[in-house]
Structure formats: structure tokens, C-alpha cells
């Protein structure tokens, strides 16, 4: 479980320039997108089809209702899924080039392709939709598209099982966001809008939370509260394990110690904002 947590965060911000990178949102604008959100919700949401705001506002879960529907459907009105899907990898293959240079074309990112590869074709999709739209999609045919495409399954395959956990443990949308920033992972006032939720709706949160035992009237998490938490990390790093156990520990630390450097570039250059506005570092 400590493997599954430990992959995640090597590797999630070479998927993370999916949504940062500038040409991306120069590629939404270009399908006629109306500000960051939109574009956000029309490239992550375009593996579901054109889903309604209801669906794309369950799967993603912790965003307010009237944050999706202020994008969606009003991005399938600018463009179809399928062409924010090219656009995605128009984008993605071109910030890649930018950010990684001649680096894309190495045997060294070769290699770190087909062992993530391996590990995202045993990533989990039962009950899992994120991961489920996206399996099915054709691969990329070069090797830093394979890894950017199986980083993006193997990253949505565990926040679904993060959303199942937030559900099991009782956590509601708002709630989980309260739980997350009180156990000191966030900003409360910067999370809550980012995420689009009232004052007066987090402080609804906090009051059910309170009741529970849950939270502390300072806004800190009590014992009861950490316990879930707690709980909750476990179940998701449980429910990511699988991935990373059909590569082995081997072939997990080699994969690790050819992205790293990836990663790297990437964040120095500014392709992952380490303070970006849905605080994806620290939040599947």
C-alpha cells in the first residue's frame, strides 16, 4: 500500500500537464472553450462522452454541482468529445516536446513507457468510471504518449477508488474537502474555492463533521476524525496496489528512477504548477 501512494506522487505531475500546460488551454480556446474550467472539465470528462453535469459532478465528486455546470454541457456545445479527446493529445504531445526535448526520444523514456504500461493494463476499472472511459481508448504509438496515456489511467483508476472510500467512510463532497484541509493537507479558504463551495456550505460541513465527533470546533480533526482519515488513504492506496504489485518492486523502482528525472524537468519548467488552483499534488 505504501508502494501504490509512493507511485502515485512520483508520477502524477507528468499526467498533470494535461490540464496546466498552456497548450492545452490554447487548444480548448481553440475549440471555442470560455476560461480554464471549462477547458479542465472538457478534457477530463471527454472519455465519459458527452455526459451530462450530473455524471461529470458524481465521478469527479469533490467539485460543486454549479462549478460543472457552469462548463458542461456548455463544453459539448463548443465541441464534441471526441474532439477534445485529439486535442488532449495534440496538447499533451506538445507540451511534452517542449518541456523534455530531445528526452522524449530516448531509450530511457522507452523503457519507462512499457513498464507503466504493464502496470496501468492492471490497473482496476470494475466500479471505476474515470478509469473504465479511458481504457478503452487507443494508445499513443510513441513512447512519451504511452507513458503520459498510462499514467492517466493509473491515476483515474485510483481516484475512483478514492471516491469509493470518500463514500464508504461516510464523507460527502464538502465533507471530504473539510476532513482533507483540516488534517492540514490544504488551505481551507483556497481549497473550499477552488472547489466552488460557499462559505456558509463549508460551514455546513464542518457543523455535520462536528456532530460526528469528527472535527474539533477549532476547525482540527479529532482522534475519531484522523482515524478516518486515515482510513480513507489506506483504502485508496489498497485499492491502487494491484498496478503496482503486477509490476514488482523491482521494476517499480526502476520505473521510478526513469520518470524522476522527467518529472523534474517538467516541474522546474513549470509544466505542473505545484500551486495550481485543484490542488491535484496533494488530492486525486
Not at 48 to 57: D, N, Q, R
Not at 91 to 110: K, P, Q
Not at 209 to 227: K, S
Request: aromatic share 8%; charged share 25%; glycine share 10%.
Amino acid at each position: 500500500m505504501r508502494r501504490a501512494r509512493l507511485m502515485w506522487q512520483a508520477l502524477e505531475p507528468y499526467h498533470a500537464v494535461t490540464y496546466f500546460a498552456p497548450e492545452s488551454k490554447q487548444a480548448t480556446d481553440a475549440l471555442g472553450c470560455k476560461g480554464g474550467w471549462m477547458s479542465y472539465f472538457g478534457l477530463r470528462a471527454a472519455p465519459l462522452g458527452a455526459a451530462p453535469a450530473e455524471l461529470v459532478t458524481a465521478t469527479f465528486y469533490n467539485f460543486h454541482p454549479d462549478r460543472v455546470g457552469r462548463a458542461i454541457p456548455a463544453a459539448w456545445e463548443a465541441a464534441a468529445p471526441a474532439d477534445f479527446l485529439a486535442a488532449r493529445a495534440r496538447s499533451v504531445d506538445a507540451a511534452l516536446r517542449r518541456l523534455l526535448g530531445d528526452a522524449v526520444e530516448s531509450a530511457e523514456i522507452a523503457e519507462a513507457a512499457e513498464l507503466a504500461r504493464e502496470a496501468a493494463l492492471a490497473a482496476p476499472t470494475a466500479g471505476r468510471p474515470l478509469a473504465a472511459a479511458n481504457a478503452p481508448l487507443d494508445w499513443p504509438d510513441r513512447p512519451h504518449l504511452v507513458l503520459w496515456h498510462a499514467q492517466t489511467l493509473l491515476r483515474e483508476s485510483r481516484g475512483d477508488g478514492h471516491v469509493a472510500a470518500l463514500v464508504s467512510g461516510g464523507l460527502d463532497p464538502c465533507e471530504a474537502l473539510v476532513a482533507f484541509a483540516a488534517d492540514g493537507r490544504a488551505v481551507p479558504e483556497r481549497l473550499r474555492g477552488a472547489r466552488g463551495w460557499s462559505e456558509q456550505e463549508w460551514a455546513q460541513a464542518c457543523g455535520r463533521l462536528e456532530r460526528r465527533g469528527l472535527l474539533n470546533p477549532d476547525g482540527t480533526l479529532t482522534g475519531d476524525g484522523a482515524a478516518l482519515r486515515s482510513w480513507v488513504e489506506e483504502r485508496t492506496d489498497r485499492g491502487a496496489a494491484p498496478s503496482w504489485a503486477a509490476l514488482g518492486e523491482e521494476r517499480c523502482d526502476r520505473l521510478v528512477e526513469l520518470a524522476g528525472s522527467l518529472v523534474e524537468v517538467i516541474v522546474d519548467n513549470g509544466g505542473f504548477l505545484q500551486d495550481n488552483p485543484m490542488g491535484l499534488r496533494t488530492l486525486v
